[in-house]
């Protein structure tokens, strides 16, 4: 209880100091020129990896996603996504790149301790069981057998790429189902 007591009048002051300082900066800047913050975005994310048809086959076929460009050869080969301003790029250079058995540590499954680079896609909700079926079928790596749902809010599925790379395919149902235990619509469950 002396805790909260002491902390209370901390967080007050603190939260009126702050209130003090954004007041006297705004003042500052009224009398300052205004000047447009320069917008930035990023545009590539780029990963490297040691098979780009294996690549290729598992987020063109099985995920469905739209293709931009698709370069192969000895030493050098690379894929794009474009992905709504940012492009998925994976390289392959010639040199071999860690594969990764581990599942990475991403928010929303109780699961994955390695602290890598990880994504998610997010699948319309009308293709996902169609996509799990797909992933399932040609035997990808998979975290749980089935979609899980995860944070009372969508349905997740982590699998791993041909690079050991770990993916949460997601889907926000725009409706929380009646059952959270995954049942694909014409399942008969």
């Given at each position: 209880m002396a805790k909260k007591l002491v902390l209370v009048p901390v967080l007050l002051l603190a939260l009126a100091s702050g209130c003090i300082r954004q007041v006297s900066n705004h003042k500052e800047s009224e009398m300052a020129e205004t000047k447009e913050k320069p917008k930035i975005n990023v545009r590539f994310i780029f990963s490297l990896c040691n098979d780009i048809v294996a690549m290729r086959h598992f987020y063109t076929d099985l995920l469905d996603m739209d293709e931009q460009a698709f370069f192969n050869e000895k030493?050098?080969?690379?894929?794009?996504?474009?992905?709504?301003?940012?492009?998925?790029?994976f390289f392959y250079s010639g040199q071999e790149a860690p594969v990764f058995k581990d599942w990475a540590w991403q928010p929303?499954?109780?699961g994955g301790s390695l602290?890598?680079?990880?994504?998610?896609?997010?699948?319309?909700?009308?293709?996902?069981?169609?996509?799990?079926?797909?992933?399932?079928?040609?035997?990808?790596k998979t975290f749980s057998d089935n979609p899980q749902w995860?944070?009372?809010?969508?349905?997740?599925?982590?699998v791993m790429d041909p690079q050991g790379n770990t993916i949460e395919v997601y889907t926000s149902p725009k409706e929380k189902p009646a059952s959270t235990t995954w049942a694909p619509a014409g399942s008969g469950k």
């Open positions: 030493q050098f080969g690379y894929l794009s996504y474009p992905c709504e301003g940012v492009h998925l790029m929303g499954y109780d602290h890598v680079t990880s994504w998610a896609i997010q699948i319309p909700e009308e293709d996902f069981a169609e996509t799990v079926k797909r992933l399932k079928d040609a035997g990808v995860r944070q009372d809010s969508y349905w997740g599925f982590s």
